[in-house]
C-alpha cells in the first residue's frame, strides 16, 4: 500500500464513538472550538468540523460525528455517521472509547476497524478509570484488536498531543490497519467465501472487503442495493450466505453482532483488571435507584423543577432584579434624563431615550439577571447527568400519548429556544413524530417570554410568582399533552419508533460547560435586545408618539392606538381588550421580549398596574405561553416541517388554541368569581 509522503495535504480525521464517550470534548480540546457538550442523543445529529489547534505544524481537519452504537443504519445519528464514514473515506478514524465502559465500547471499534482505514483509538476518561482503581492492560489490547491505542482525557486534556502525534504518523505511514478475523471458524470460512466471490465479481472497492461481505451476510439492505448486482452474481453470494440456516428468532445479523461480543468479551476479560466485585453499586447507582423509581421517579422530577422556579423566581431571583432594575432605570435611566436635560435635548428626543428605549429594552434587561440564574440551575441540572434521568423518567409518559422518548430532547430545549430545540427533532425517525414534535414544542414555555411573566408577576401576583409562573408553564405542557392526544389518534397516526438511551454516571459539572451554557442563552439575548428589541421599541415609541399627520398627540390618539383598536376587540372576550395589550401581542411576533417592552412602553411608570385585573393578566400571560412563536421559530419550524401547508396549520392552531384557552380561563374566572360573592 501506498505512503503518504505529502506533509502539505490537510489530512481528513473523524471522531467516532458512543454517545456520551466525549467526543464533543475532544473536538473542542482539539479545535479550540466551543460545542455544546450535552449528555443526551441528539445534541450531535449535525457533523461539525474544525482545524487542529496544535497539529505540530500541520494542516488537520477533524470532523465530529454523532454518538453511535453501531454502524447499522437505523437511526438518523447511525446514518448520518455511516454515510460520512463511508462516503467521505476519511484519511485517519479516531475512535473514542470510554474506559470505564469497555465492552460496549469496543463492539462499535470491531466494525469500525472493517472498514480498514487508518484507526487509532483515543483511551478517553483514563482519570475516572484511575479514580476507580481499575486497570487497562493497553499493550495487550493494541496487539489483541491490531490498533494503537492512545490514554487520553478530554476533559482533563492530557493525552491529546499524544494523539495528534499517532494521528499525523498513521497519515504519514499511509497504513490501513489489516483486518483480524473475530470471527468463529464456520463465519469466517463463509465470510472469505463472499469475498472470494466479490473478487470474481470485481464489483467491490477492495480495501473494504471484510465490510461489506459481513453486509452481505447480514442482509444490510444498503450495501446490497449499493452493488446493483445481477440475479446470477446474487445467486452466487448467496449461495454462500445461505450456508448458515437461520431460524424465525434468530437472524444473521444477530449471528454477527453475537460473534463480535463473544470476541470483545474473550480479550476484555483478559485486558481489564477490576479493583470492585462486579456487583458494586456505584454512587450513581444509588442515586439512581431511587431517583428513577417507579413512584418517586415523576414527583421527584416535579419537586426540582418546583424549586428551581422557586428559587428563579422567589426571593432570590427577586433580589437580583431589583438590583438590575434599579441600575437600568434609576441609575442609567436618571443619569440619562439630567444630561439630556443639562444639554437641552428637545422633548421628543427626552421621550424617545426615556420613555421609549430605556422603559422597553432596559425594562427588558432588567429580567436577565434572573434568566441566567434560571439557565445556570438548569445548566447544573444537566450537566451533572440528572436531565438524562429526567429524559429517561419521560420516554415512558410521552409514549403514553404517542410519542417516543426522543421528543423530550427537542421539547426540553424549548424551555431555551423554540429555534434550536425545532431543529433537533432531525432526530426523530419518522416524519409524523417529528411534525407532531414541532406542532407541540413551542408550548414548552421559551425563555424570551419570561420576561412578560416577570412584568406580570412583580405588579399582580408579588406573592405567589413562583406558583403562577409554574402553573403557566404545566399548563403549556398539558396543552402540548391534549394536541399530542388530538393530532396522534387523527391526522398524525403512526408506529413508534424504540428508543434506546443510557444513563451517564453522575458527574460534577465542570464551571466551563456551565458558563458556556449560560452564556450561549446571554449573547442571544443580548443580541435581541440590541436590534429587535431596540427597533421595536423606538417603532412603538415613534407609532404612539404621533398621529398620522405626524404631530405628537397623547398615545389614545396616536397611529398606535388605531392600529390597536382594530384587533382589540377579539381580546374583549380574554379580558384584555385595551389597544395597548393587543399591540404588545403584535409586537411578540418579532420576539417575545417585545410584549415585555412594548407594554413597557405603553404604560409608563406603573400604570399597568390599574390596567389588568389579576385574572386578566393570568388570562394575557396564558395567551402569551402558548400563541404562535416568534418569526425566528416560524421559520426553523417552516423549514423543518418542509411544507407551507403544515407551517400554517401550525400557526393557525396555535393562535387559536391561545386564544381558547385563554378566553376560558377568564370568562371562567369571573364566573367563580361571581359566584363567590353571591
Ligand atoms: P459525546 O456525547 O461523545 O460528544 O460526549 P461529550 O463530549 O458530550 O461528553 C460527555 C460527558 O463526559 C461530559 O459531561 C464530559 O464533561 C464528560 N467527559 C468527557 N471526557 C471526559 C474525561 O476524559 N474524563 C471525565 N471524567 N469526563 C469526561
Ligand atoms: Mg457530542
Same mark, same amino acid.
Given at each position: 500500500?501506498?505512503?503518504?509522503?505529502?506533509?502539505?495535504?490537510?489530512?481528513?480525521?473523524?471522531?467516532?464513538?458512543?454517545?456520551?464517550?466525549?467526543?464533543?470534548?475532544?473536538?473542542?480540546?482539539?479545535?479550540?472550538?466551543?460545542?455544546?457538550?450535552?449528555?443526551?442523543?441528539?445534541?450531535?445529529?449535525?457533523?461539525?468540523?474544525?482545524?487542529?489547534?496544535?497539529?505540530?505544524?500541520?494542516?488537520?481537519?477533524?470532523?465530529?460525528?454523532?454518538?453511535?452504537?453501531?454502524?447499522?443504519?437505523?437511526?438518523?445519528?447511525?446514518?448520518?455517521?455511516?454515510?460520512?464514514?463511508?462516503?467521505?473515506?476519511?484519511?485517519?478514524?479516531?475512535?473514542?472509547?470510554?474506559?470505564?465502559?469497555?465492552?460496549?465500547?469496543?463492539?462499535?471499534?470491531?466494525?469500525?476497524?472493517?472498514?480498514?482505514?487508518?484507526?487509532?483509538?483515543?483511551?478517553?476518561?483514563?482519570?475516572?478509570?484511575?479514580?476507580?482503581?481499575?486497570?487497562?492492560?493497553?499493550?495487550?489490547?493494541?496487539?489483541?484488536?491490531?490498533?494503537?491505542?492512545?490514554?487520553?482525557?478530554?476533559?482533563?486534556?492530557?493525552?491529546?498531543?499524544?494523539?495528534?502525534?499517532?494521528?499525523?504518523?498513521?497519515?504519514?505511514?499511509?497504513?490501513?490497519?489489516?483486518?483480524?478475523?473475530?470471527?468463529?471458524?464456520?463465519?469466517?470460512?463463509?465470510?472469505?467465501?463472499?469475498?472470494?466471490?466479490?473478487?470474481?465479481?470485481?464489483?467491490?472497492?477492495?480495501?473494504?472487503?471484510?465490510?461489506?461481505?459481513?453486509?452481505?451476510?447480514?442482509?444490510?439492505?444498503?450495501?446490497?442495493?449499493?452493488?446493483?448486482?445481477?440475479?446470477?452474481?446474487?445467486?452466487?453470494?448467496?449461495?454462500?450466505?445461505?450456508?448458515?440456516?437461520?431460524?424465525?428468532?434468530?437472524?444473521?445479523?444477530?449471528?454477527?453482532?453475537?460473534?463480535?461480543?463473544?470476541?470483545?468479551?474473550?480479550?476484555?476479560?483478559?485486558?481489564?483488571?477490576?479493583?470492585?466485585?462486579?456487583?458494586?453499586?456505584?454512587?450513581?447507582?444509588?442515586?439512581?435507584?431511587?431517583?428513577?423509581?417507579?413512584?418517586?421517579?415523576?414527583?421527584?422530577?416535579?419537586? $426540582?423543577? /418546583?424549586?428551581?422556579?422557586?428559587?428563579? #423566581?422567589?426571593?432570590? @431571583?427577586? =433580589?437580583?432584579?431589583? +438590583?438590575?432594575?434599579? &441600575?437600568?432605570?434609576?441609575?442609567?435611566?436618571?443619569?440619562?434624563?439630567?444630561?439630556?436635560?443639562?444639554?437641552?435635548?428637545?422633548?421628543?428626543?427626552?421621550?424617545?431615550?426615556?420613555?421609549?428605549?430605556?422603559?422597553?429594552?432596559?425594562?427588558?434587561?432588567?429580567?436577565?439577571?434572573?434568566?441566567?440564574?434560571?439557565?445556570?440551575?438548569?445548566?447544573?441540572?444537566?450537566?451533572?447527568?440528572?436531565?438524562?434521568?429526567?429524559?429517561?423518567?419521560?420516554?415512558?409518559?410521552?409514549?403514553?400519548?404517542?410519542?417516543?422518548?426522543?421528543?423530550?430532547?427537542?421539547?426540553?430545549?424549548?424551555?431555551?429556544?423554540?429555534?434550536?430545540?425545532?431543529?433537533?427533532?432531525?432526530?426523530?425517525?419518522?416524519?409524523?413524530?417529528?411534525?407532531?414534535?414541532?406542532?407541540?414544542?413551542?408550548?414548552?414555555?421559551?425563555?424570551?417570554?419570561?420576561? $412578560?411573566? /416577570?412584568?406580570?408577576?412583580?405588579?399582580? #401576583?408579588?406573592?405567589? @410568582?413562583? =406558583?403562577?409562573?409554574? +402553573?403557566?408553564?404545566? &399548563?403549556?405542557?398539558?396543552?402540548?399533552?391534549?394536541?399530542?392526544?388530538?393530532?396522534?389518534?387523527?391526522?398524525?397516526?403512526?408506529?413508534?419508533?424504540?428508543?434506546?438511551?443510557?444513563?451517564?454516571?453522575?458527574?460534577?459539572?465542570?464551571?466551563?460547560?456551565?458558563?458556556?451554557?449560560?452564556?450561549?442563552?446571554?449573547?442571544?439575548?443580548?443580541?435581541?435586545?440590541?436590534?429587535?428589541?431596540?427597533?421595536?421599541?423606538?417603532?412603538?415609541?415613534?407609532?404612539?408618539?404621533?398621529?398620522?399627520?405626524?404631530?405628537?398627540?397623547?398615545?389614545?390618539?396616536?397611529?398606535?392606538?388605531?392600529?390597536?383598536?382594530?384587533?382589540?376587540?377579539?381580546?374583549?372576550?380574554?379580558?384584555?381588550?385595551?389597544?395597548?395589550?393587543?399591540?404588545?401581542?403584535?409586537?411578540?411576533?418579532?420576539?417575545?421580549?417585545?410584549?415585555?417592552?412594548?407594554?413597557?412602553? /405603553?404604560?409608563?411608570?406603573?400604570?399597568?398596574?390599574?390596567?389588568?385585573?389579576? =385574572?386578566?393578566?393570568?388570562?394575557?400571560?396564558?395567551?402569551?405561553?402558548?400563541?404562535?412563536?416568534?418569526?425566528?421559530?416560524?421559520?426553523?419550524?417552516?423549514?423543518?416541517?418542509?411544507?407551507?401547508?403544515?407551517?400554517?396549520?401550525?400557526?393557525?392552531?396555535?393562535?387559536?388554541?391561545?386564544?381558547?384557552?385563554?378566553?376560558?380561563?377568564?370568562?371562567?374566572?369571573?364566573?367563580?368569581?361571581?359566584?363567590?360573592?353571591?
Amino acid at each position: 500500500m501506498e505512503s503518504n509522503q505529502d506533509k502539505n495535504k490537510t489530512i481528513n480525521v473523524v471522531l467516532a464513538g458512543n454517545p456520551n464517550c466525549g467526543k464533543t470534548t475532544l473536538f473542542n480540546q482539539l479545535t479550540g472550538s466551543k460545542q455544546y457538550v450535552g449528555n443526551w442523543p441528539g445534541v450531535t445529529v449535525e457533523k461539525k468540523s474544525g482545524k487542529v489547534k496544535n497539529s505540530l505544524g500541520r494542516d488537520i481537519e477533524v470532523v465530529d460525528l454523532p454518538g453511535i452504537y453501531s454502524l447499522s443504519p437505523y437511526t438518523p445519528e447511525e446514518i448520518v455517521t455511516r454515510n460520512c464514514l463511508l462516503n467521505d473515506d476519511p484519511d485517519v478514524i479516531i475512535d473514542i472509547i470510554d474506559a470505564t465502559n469497555l465492552e460496549r465500547n469496543l463492539y462499535l471499534t470491531t466494525q469500525l476497524a472493517e472498514l480498514a482505514r487508518p484507526i487509532v483509538i483515543a483511551l478517553n476518561m483514563c482519570d475516572l478509570l484511575e479514580k476507580n482503581g481499575d486497570k487497562i492492560d493497553i499493550p495487550f489490547l493494541e496487539k489483541q484488536l491490531g490498533i494503537p491505542i492512545v490514554p487520553i482525557s478530554a476533559s482533563k486534556n492530557t493525552g491529546i498531543d499524544k494523539l495528534v502525534e499517532k494521528v499525523a504518523e498513521l497519515y504519514d505511514n499511509g497504513k490501513y490497519v489489516p483486518v483480524k478475523n473475530i470471527y468463529s471458524y464456520e463465519v469466517d470460512r463463509i465470510l472469505r467465501e463472499i469475498e472470494d466471490a466479490l473478487e470474481d465479481i470485481k464489483q467491490h472497492s477492495y480495501h473494504r472487503k471484510r465490510w461489506t461481505a459481513v453486509k452481505l451476510f447480514e442482509g444490510d439492505k444498503v450495501t446490497w442495493n449499493h452493488y446493483n448486482f445481477t440475479d446470477k452474481q446474487k445467486e452466487h453470494i448467496n449461495l454462500h450466505v445461505d450456508e448458515i440456516h437461520t431460524s424465525k428468532n434468530v437472524d444473521r445479523e444477530m449471528i454477527i453482532a453475537d460473534e463480535r461480543y463473544k470476541y470483545i468479551c474473550s480479550i476484555t476479560q483478559k485486558a481489564v483488571t477490576r479493583k470492585r466485585p462486579a456487583d458494586y453499586l456505584s454512587v450513581s447507582d444509588k442515586i439512581d435507584k431511587v431517583v428513577t423509581n417507579r413512584f418517586f421517579a415523576l414527583p421527584f422530577f416535579l419537586l $426540582v423543577m /418546583l424549586m428551581v422556579f422557586a428559587v428563579t #423566581f422567589g426571593t432570590p @431571583g427577586t =433580589l437580583l432584579r431589583d +438590583g438590575a432594575t434599579y &441600575l437600568i432605570t434609576d441609575v442609567l435611566g436618571g443619569g440619562l434624563e439630567s444630561l439630556l436635560v443639562s444639554v437641552n435635548a428637545s422633548a421628543w428626543a427626552q421621550s424617545l431615550v426615556i420613555d421609549g428605549i430605556i422603559a422597553g429594552v432596559g425594562s427588558v434587561i432588567s429580567f436577565l439577571p434572573q434568566i441566567m440564574l434560571l439557565f445556570t440551575l438548569l445548566s447544573l441540572l444537566e450537566d451533572s447527568g440528572y436531565m438524562s434521568r429526567a429524559a429517561f423518567i419521560m420516554d415512558k409518559l410521552l409514549r403514553y400519548i404517542g410519542l417516543s422518548g426522543r421528543a423530550f430532547v427537542p421539547m426540553l430545549m424549548g424551555f431555551g429556544c423554540t429555534v434550536p430545540a425545532v431543529l433537533a427533532t432531525r432526530t426523530l425517525e419518522n416524519q409524523k413524530d417529528k411534525r407532531l414534535t414541532i406542532l407541540i414544542t413551542p408550548f414548552m414555555s421559551c425563555s424570551a417570554k419570561m420576561p $412578560v411573566y /416577570l412584568l406580570f408577576i412583580s405588579y399582580f #401576583f408579588p406573592d405567589c @410568582g413562583p =406558583l403562577v409562573i409554574f +402553573g403557566i408553564y404545566i &399548563l403549556g405542557m398539558v396543552v402540548a399533552v391534549l394536541t399530542a392526544l388530538l393530532f396522534k389518534n387523527t391526522i398524525l397516526k403512526g408506529k413508534n419508533a424504540p428508543f434506546v438511551m443510557e444513563l451517564p454516571p453522575y458527574r460534577m459539572p465542570s464551571p466551563k460547560s456551565l458558563w458556556l451554557h449560560v452564556w450561549d442563552r446571554l449573547k442571544d439575548f443580548l443580541v435581541r435586545a440590541g436590534t429587535v428589541l431596540l427597533g421595536a421599541s423606538i417603532l412603538i415609541w415613534f407609532l404612539q408618539s404621533f398621529n398620522f399627520s405626524m404631530q405628537m398627540v397623547s398615545p389614545d390618539e396616536s397611529m398606535l392606538a388605531s392600529i390597536g383598536k382594530f384587533i382589540a376587540p377579539v381580546f374583549s372576550i380574554c379580558g384584555f381588550g385595551d389597544w395597548r395589550a393587543s399591540v404588545s401581542l403584535v409586537t411578540g411576533i418579532a420576539a417575545k421580549e417585545s410584549v415585555a417592552s412594548t407594554l413597557a412602553v /405603553l404604560y409608563p411608570g406603573a400604570s399597568l398596574a390599574s390596567a389588568f385585573t389579576p =385574572l386578566s393578566a393570568f388570562s394575557f400571560l396564558v395567551f402569551v405561553m402558548l400563541y404562535t412563536p416568534c418569526v425566528a421559530a416560524l421559520s426553523a419550524i417552516h423549514k423543518e416541517m418542509g411544507s407551507a401547508k403544515w407551517t400554517a396549520v401550525t400557526v393557525v392552531y396555535q393562535i387559536f388554541v391561545a386564544w381558547l384557552a385563554s378566553a376560558l380561563v377568564f370568562q371562567i374566572g369571573t364566573l367563580i368569581m361571581n359566584i363567590g360573592m353571591m
